[in-house]
């Protein structure tokens, strides 16, 4: 609706970011404009979606950034005319508040709710378009308790199950980490160097959907980032090959190996047993005392290395031979049994069959011990074409012809790893390497010795914490009856007070010592029981906080499935790389368990990803130790809302760092000064017959308004800018020229401006949009269409290029012909000026565009 104009006519002043900020937050507040779902809205819906913040204290550069992207494209759909969900919520679980709550000597709730407040208060100056009345907290109880809800529905189908084995220990958090949180050897929260420690744990079973996670990434090719991709198929790491079983001298049953290469068996010398897995210990025990002991020490060095180390290929092999042998399956040979630290006990089934001649970690084992080397695979031979004649000598060992150089691995120390023609390997010689892998696996189950099989890298999710500030595991232990789940009636199982408890890490949870909280009666028996005093693993909170934004505040069910019909898959999903395993690995398994149990009807939980890149400072991450840390308050008192948006929207490409000392939030405020002031200085009213006005500006307002949607759905948030900034500049010519303020063309071009300008400076979009004589808000004014007649060119630049060089510019009809364009080239005084005396000798035309003049002496 549009004001009385001459009411609606601002001043001339200057442009003043602090108080358009104070008049518009208020009148946002009270409108709520950004609510989604509402009743009788039968708009398509988007559900665009940012990772949720971490109340670690106030916002920072890189929320900034983040939230920024992602409410462009929650703007940008409104204005395309959809109902567009756009929730907000805070992690609020987890080690760094915990740790910080200690620190301080305060309790973690009351720190973790006062970050959020300050985090609040920024967002809502910073103007991000969310649903505030969707917001959610993972560490209230009316959120953990449906935490608590998923893990028994888990438990029900034994998905969720507790098992002892070694696990990574941070000795600083004093608690387990899962494989995906410890990055190079080290905790992903601390830094520290992560150990290995025996301890009974929970685990949700992910490896059951291994090779849906992995075959679904599909779905994903061309919606989200390829590294993510890349990354997620690396770590689940699928690989086939065939379980092998070998006869252990004095062992009832076999020891299984999973190998990629079984077409190598025949070249197997040894077998290694990863240093920390039980069989190992078990072997151990048989051995002689001097053997035991110095098992016993190995292991407690294996203890303290990471899993990295051990798998580096620089370092010396260590090992200890543990005085059993193993038989291979496929000769009956027996082959000495070692102990040692690059295998791991997780892989496979924690023992490798070795063959150090095609292996550079088993040659270099081999090599240190004085073990046997065997080539098995002539690297030499063609793998395609016709299979040659292997002639054998008296002993079936192949004879090579003359010309052909042998490599013996054990003297080069370098292992054959190409691939060729298997000899000294019986009914396998000659084959190439996948005949002989199939050949050799119809031969291990023809005698019942093995079978074909998949390994993954991926392990399952190790999901309890020996911490206080997470959700409480919701099983009871009880001596009579075992794991007795809580009932769902009783949930949640709320935290206890965490006055009177000791949090400081301790290796065990501090919920252990809540005598009244951990001491029950068991719900089967009745009789003495403990609660499962750990918690859970934070990510878990956020596996499927998605869902709950659909209906935040029910008290009867985690989410609505009506509502999950209506509007997930999550259409858009904004966050950092970071999160490019765990979160969304997590997230994924997660959706398609709830798939499987009828509760959703899709697997992949976010239709596409946006990664934004960093924002850093002098080429460096921020930090207060470097001394390039920008503040997000500091920047955002200075500069406003609307500038730091814009400033980071121009600054490249979303997913490329940002380094903040290359930009200009002072810049970013003159453009939108600029912008602001002509809203100011237009003289037509609002119903103004558009066609009177400039034709040259219609045409670049036109055009903006055709291109702009293809650009901001492609994340050229960049090019965007870039465009507004030269249609003000437009505008303000003609409003210099003879029409005018006047002209229709500068209301119009005013106008899209303001429309599309909310995408990045909502708070100047809004005050121009009043200044313009309308209501607020024009968040929810719908997107122009462009007339097609004015995207019709009446004339292109052509540019004159000799010898690579723009001599120059023609103004030509789209509709010139290659012939016509060479000869108005031609017959360019530049050109004339460029060529001289020199020789043309190839003349390119790409009409209506360019033209390429190449010359010599």
């Excluded at 709320?494 to 009177?500: N, S």
């Amino acid at each position: 609706m549009a004001h009385d104009h001459d009411q609606s006519r601002a001043d001339h002043g200057a442009y003043d970011f602090a108080a358009i900020q104070a008049k518009w937050l208020p009148v946002w507040e009270e409108l709520q404009p950004f609510r989604a779902g509402l009743p009788g809205d039968t708009k398509p819906r988007k559900y665009i979606l940012d990772m949720f913040p971490y109340p670690s204290g106030d916002l920072h550069m890189g929320h900034a950034e983040a939230f920024g992207f992602g409410d462009i494209v929650a703007r940008y759909w409104r204005h395309q005319g959809f109902d567009v969900l756009h929730p907000v919520g805070w992690d609020s679980f987890g080690l760094p508040a915990e740790n910080a709550a200690i620190k301080r000597g305060v309790d973690p709730r009351g720190w973790t709710y006062q970050n959020i407040e300050q985090q609040k208060r920024s967002f809502r100056q910073y103007a991000p378009s969310f649903d505030w009345s969707r917001e959610l907290h993972t560490s209230d109880p009316e959120y953990y308790r449906w935490n608590q809800w998923l893990f028994l529905k888990l438990y029900e189908k034994g998905i969720a199950y507790r098992k002892a084995g070694m696990v990574n220990w941070c000795p600083n958090d004093q608690t387990v980490l899962a494989n995906e949180q410890v990055i190079d050897g080290h905790c992903e929260r601390c830094g520290f160097v992560v150990t290995k420690k025996s301890l009974t744990q929970w685990y949700f079973r992910v490896t059951d959907y291994a090779d849906r996670l992995l075959d679904d990434l599909n779905q994903l090719e061309g919606a989200w980032p390829s590294k993510v991709i890349s990354m997620q198929r690396n770590w689940i790491g699928r690989s086939s090959g065939a379980d092998v079983d070998f006869q252990i001298e004095g062992r009832e049953e076999p020891v299984t190996v999973f190998t990629t290469r079984p077409d190598t068996l025949y070249g197997a010398t040894f077998m290694v047993v990863a240093a920390d897995a039980e069989l190992a210990a078990e072997l151990a025990d048989g051995a002689s005392d001097e053997v035991k002991v110095r098992f016993n020490d190995y292991l407690d060095s294996v203890r303290a290395e990471s899993d990295i180390d051990r798998l580096s290929t620089e370092r010396p092999k260590t090992g200890v031979f543990l005085e059993r042998y193993a038989i291979n399956p496929v000769n009956g040979e027996r082959l000495p049994i070692w102990a040692a630290d690059y295998v791991l006990a997780d892989y496979g089934h924690g023992a490798i069959m070795a063959v150090p001649a095609h292996d550079q970690r088993d040659l270099d084992f081999a090599r240190t011990f004085g073990l046997p080397i065997r080539v098995v695979v002539d690297t030499n031979a063609p793998v395609t074409g016709v299979v040659p004649v292997i002639p054998l000598d008296e002993h079936g060992d192949p004879v090579l012809p003359d010309d052909v150089e042998t490599l013996d691995p054990a003297s080069t120390g370098v292992a054959l790893a190409g691939d060729g023609r298997l000899v000294n390997s019986g009914p396998l010689d000659g084959l190439s390497k996948t005949n002989a892998i199939r050949r050799v696996i119809e031969i291990l189950e023809q005698r019942g010795l093995g079978r074909a099989s998949k390994n993954f890298r991926l392990r399952d999710w190790l999901i309890s914490r020996q911490r206080y500030w997470g959700t409480p595991i919701p099983i009871i232990h009880c001596a009579e009856c075992g794991e007795v789940p809580v009932p769902e009636n009783e949930l949640p199982v709320r935290l206890p007070d965490a006055a009177g408890l000791d949090l400081k890490p301790k290796g065990t949870s501090p919920l252990g010592a809540a005598e009244s909280w951990v001491n029950v009666a068991c719900p089967n028996c009745g009789g003495p029981a403990k609660r499962d005093s750990d918690t859970m693993d934070t990510f878990v909170d956020s596996s499927w906080y998605y869902l709950r934004y659909l209906n935040p505040n029910d008290e009867t069910k985690a989410f609505d499935v009506a509502e999950a019909e209506k509007w997930m898959p999550v259409d858009q999903y904004v966050g950092g790389v970071e999160h490019a395993i765990l979160h969304l690995l997590y997230s994924r398994f997660i959706t398609k368990v709830l798939f499987d149990h009828g509760y959703l009807s899709f697997t992949e939980p976010f239709t596409s990803l946006l990664n934004q890149g960093m924002v850093i400072m002098n080429g460096a991450k921020m930090s207060k130790s470097k001394g390039n840390l920008v503040e997000f308050a500091t920047e955002l008192a200075a500069h406003g809302a609307d500038a730091l948006r814009v400033t980071l929207a121009f600054a490249g490409p979303p997913e490329e760092d940002i380094d903040w000392a290359d930009v200009s939030p002072v810049g970013a405020a003159k453009f939108l000064a600029r912008a602001w002031r002509i809203s100011g200085e237009v003289a037509s009213s609002p119903d103004v017959e558009w066609k009177t006005g400039d034709v040259s500006l219609r045409r670049m307002t036109h055009r903006l308004l055709a291109d702009a949607p293809q650009l901001v759905e492609a994340f050229k948030f960049n090019v965007v800018v870039a465009r507004l900034m030269e249609l003000v500049n437009a505008t303000r010519k003609v409003i210099d020229s003879g029409a005018g303020p006047a002209d229709a063309a500068v209301r119009e071009a005013a106008e899209v401006t303001a429309m599309i300008l909310d995408l990045f400076a909502p708070y100047t979009a809004e005050d121009m949009w009043q200044r313009l004589g309308y209501e607020p808000t024009v968040a929810l004014v719908p997107w122009r269409k462009a007339d097609p007649a004015l995207l019709v060119e009446d004339s292109v630049t052509a540019i004159v290029q000799v010898d690579g060089k723009v001599r120059d510019r023609l103004d030509v009809s789209p509709k010139i012909s290659v012939e016509e364009l060479e000869t108005l080239a031609r017959a360019s005084t530049g050109v004339a000026r460029a060529v001289g005396e020199r020789e043309i000798v190839n003349v390119i035309v790409r009409a209506p565009r360019l033209v390429n003049i190449a010359t010599r002496r």
